[in-house]
């Protein structure tokens, strides 16, 4: 076998607990609501001040704007509050401090990264590259969300990350977001809801319409269809919690991007957001957009959704629709390939497929594309995120398991033109689990959600036993050369 040289730059990102967001903390219970709230109102004007301020003293450096997210928590509770007097501000800051706490987001791991160029290479030197590396941060409860930290790959191959604020926040979501008729429709009827109340709600709605034209259309249904029947109950359910699951966001451009965390907002994803895979996507009129896939999870089962932003602060979340979406690990090709979009997928939680579609929301006919080869990926093989266009071919980082669990990080190669032919695969891994890598919340595990070429060499981010994360750089032609070597 060609030796490849594995050149581990000095950089690991490691958990930090003291990067908290602010969380609702309400109970199940409306009477407990009502006790709290109680005896908030039960203090004096002057009791509330000094409570409040005694609050602020002790948690306001730890966030960039407190009182807005007390304030938010506040008028989730609002409805309980049982006397009709107005309420001082302070008043309703103490109320939403009661309903509030700390979420250390990152504080059991900061893992599977991927990494994509930024859109913004202004004053970069010649020769070097801005990124911006996505990271699955994971704290209480093992929820999942989206962290991302920016960094510059220097002429020479140097890699260095810009310090990490001691803030994150999380952004602004639209409270009235558009949403398109067909594709809506589709997941709809894939949903098991193809019946006449589904229709009624759709009918009169246009191509393309908003969140409270949605919420009139439904209104009118149910005042115009009593007796309310269980099927009307479910159907409308179910069209909420597809409205629910399709959302826009928005980070103020004052952040910066370390300080930008993508929380779980709807019902799918409740228990996390897991293992986005960014690419930046490149149509054929040369416009780009990035996409990323990911995991939904709710604690039960699990939903792949697309991640779509040309910025990195406005963010558009959306279903897949499609009998192709499901399982983990879906990735999109960075551009089309003869007018249509490409997708490598797992769909049977062994091999790795790869599909085609004339549309990035929709996925249904799969083709094999690599199965399991050598011990080290004998009980599975995935993707480590979108393949790479090269001059030698679509290189493809994958990742394997083997005995004892044991996760390793390999490599493959699809021609440029079919990109169903494998040209090149490595039967040695390229990265293995070793040393304290090998210790984490997961062990034996090296994993990566997505990797970047620049200057003839591979920039791999990797993900270390599910708990830290680092980077390492190999050079394409020894990749290429070991896989001629092991074809």
Not at 435 to 441: D, K, S
């Amino acid at each position: 076998m060609t030796p490849i040289t594995i050149r581990r730059q000095d950089i690991t990102l490691v958990p930090e607990s003291a990067r908290v967001l602010i969380r609702p903390f309400i109970p199940a219970h409306a009477q407990r609501i009502t006790t709290i709230i109680g005896r908030a109102l039960a203090l004096s004007e002057e009791d509330t001040t000094l409570g409040l301020e005694a609050m602020f003293k002790e948690f306001d450096a730890r966030h960039l704007d407190i009182e807005s997210s007390l304030l938010a928590n506040f008028e989730r509770v609002a409805p309980h509050v049982f006397t009709h007097r107005p309420l001082s501000r302070s008043r309703q800051l103490l109320i939403g401090a009661l309903f509030s706490g700390e979420y250390a987001l990152e504080s059991a791991a900061l893992f599977n990264p991927s990494m994509v160029p930024h859109p913004n290479q202004d004053g970069v030197p010649e020769g070097a590259l801005r990124f911006i590396l996505s990271l699955r941060a994971t704290g209480e409860g093992h929820i999942s969300s989206i962290e991302f930290r920016t960094g510059l790959i220097a002429p020479d191959g140097g890699i260095q990350l810009d310090p990490v604020s001691r803030y994150v926040t999380v952004p602004e979501i639209d409270p009235n977001p558009t949403y398109k008729k067909v594709p809506f429709i589709v997941k709809l009827h894939e949903m098991g809801f193809d019946n006449g109340y589904t229709t009624s709600v759709m009918e009169p709605l246009g191509d393309t319409f908003s969140r409270s034209d949605l919420n009139q259309s439904m209104h009118r249904i149910r005042r115009e269809a009593p007796p309310v029947t269980q099927e009307l109950k479910n159907t409308l359910h179910g069209i909420k919690w597809l409205a629910d699951s399709n959302y826009e966001m928005t980070f103020s451009p004052s952040l910066a991007m370390s300080e930008r965390a993508i929380f779980p907002v709807s019902a799918n994803e409740s228990n996390g957001i897991e293992d986005a895979r960014f690419v930046r996507f490149t149509e054929d009129d040369g416009t780009t957009m990035y996409y990323a896939t990911y995991t939904a999870y709710d604690g039960h089962v699990i939903l792949p959704q697309l991640i779509e932003t040309q910025d990195f602060l406005h963010f558009r979340v959306l279903t897949l629709n499609g009998s192709a979406v499901q399982n983990k690990g879906m990735a999109l090709f960075p551009r089309r390939i003869d007018g249509c979009y490409a997708m490598l997928s797992r769909q049977d939680d062994e091999n790795l497929f790869i599909m085609f579609s004339d549309n990035p929301h929709y996925w249904g006919d799969l083709k094999v594309l690599l199965r399991p080869a050598e011990m080290w990926e004998s009980v599975k093989i995935g993707n480590c995120g979108s393949p790479i266009e090269t001059e030698a071919g679509w290189l493809v980082i994958t990742h394997g398991v083997g005995p004892m669990r044991k996760y390793c990080i390999g490599a493959a190669l699809l021609d440029l033109q079919d990109p169903t032919k494998v040209i090149g695969r490595l039967r040695e891994p390229l990265l293995v689990p070793e040393g304290t890598g090998r210790e984490g919340y997961v062990p034996n595990v090296v994993y990566s959600c997505g990797s970047l070429v620049h200057r003839g060499e591979l920039i791999l981010p990797y993900a270390m036993s599910d708990r830290a994360s680092a980077i390492a750089c190999v050079p394409l032609e020894e990749l290429f050369a070991a896989m001629r070597d092991q074809a």
